[in-house]
């Protein structure tokens, strides 16, 4: 097993995981001073593509960004999205999760979880591809946005989808928008490390989406804490950037070969 991958297990209890995204090199190197995991999310479709969704992000696309990531990365895990529909079956899953790993250098890749796809988890671990799994709300498989655990028939469901997951093999798993009290119980329960977005602070670790964070991305639900307003600042920017040109107080000889 990687080193770092172990890392990560054993901070499990006596730890919290910090994780973040990265699309870039200049981002991934700033973060990775301070992240125990960068994700090259498919959550790149939205931050940079501006599509409504994660669907129609391609293969060649988070292989490109992750390129460019990994030469950001010294410290950190880096782990791969695997687009949706890059892993349908057994054989297309660890086609596609190699050619990532070979392509990339990246440490894993995560899959989201449809509660039926525990074989190919099983698959890929066998042929020694780590796995991080996804449940909750998992954006490639479910439509609308929800909050899950509200009543006793979806947290025995969560419990058991987490558990099949372990037992597939997956190194770590992302509960995204559990119930508070569900994903404490899911913690518990699970031996592998339990990374939380919008599923309280009883997780293992925490990940969110830098832009998010950074007040880049516009896009701010209830669980996103956003810790610097960097459109503002941009937009100040470039707006004493474009009366220095109009001015003509840019360029000066200080500018001018």
Not at 12 to 30: D, F, G, P, W
Not at 52 to 76: C, D, F, M, W, Y
Request: with cysteine; net charge positive; glycine share 6%.
């Amino acid at each position: 097993m990687n080193k770092k991958i172990k890392k990560i297990i054993l901070k499990k209890n006596k730890s919290k995981i910090v994780c973040l995204t990265a699309y870039s090199k200049k981002m991934a190197s700033i973060i990775d001073k301070d992240c125990d995991i960068v994700l090259v999310g498919d959550s790149v479709a939205n931050v940079i593509y501006g599509m409504p969704n994660t669907h129609k992000i391609e293969l060649k696309t988070i292989i490109n960004h992750a390129k460019a990531v990994r030469q950001g990365i010294k410290n950190s895990l880096m782990i791969i999205d695997m687009p949706k529909g890059t892993y349908k079956s057994e054989k297309q899953a660890k086609t596609n999760a190699k050619i990532l790993l070979e392509q990339t250098q990246c440490d894993a890749i995560k899959i989201e979880s449809n509660n039926k796809n525990f074989q190919i988890i099983k698959k890929l671990v066998k042929n020694r591809i780590p796995v991080m799994g996804h449940i909750g709300h998992t954006p490639q498989f479910k439509k609308k946005f929800k909050i899950y655990g509200s009543n006793l028939r979806e947290e025995k469901k969560l419990i058991n989808e987490a558990v099949k997951i372990e037992k597939a093999g997956a190194f770590s798993i992302v509960l995204e928008c559990i119930k508070k009290d569900l994903a404490k119980k899911i913690s518990k329960i699970l031996k592998i490390p339990t990374i939380g977005i919008g599923s309280s602070v009883h997780c293992d670790g925490q990940i969110l989406v830098t832009e998010d964070i950074l007040g880049m991305s516009g896009f701010y639900p209830k669980f996103v804490k956003k810790y610097v307003n960097l459109n503002r600042i941009i937009a100040k920017t470039v707006r004493k950037y474009s009366i220095d040109v109009k001015r003509k107080k840019f360029p000066t000889k200080k500018n001018t070969f």
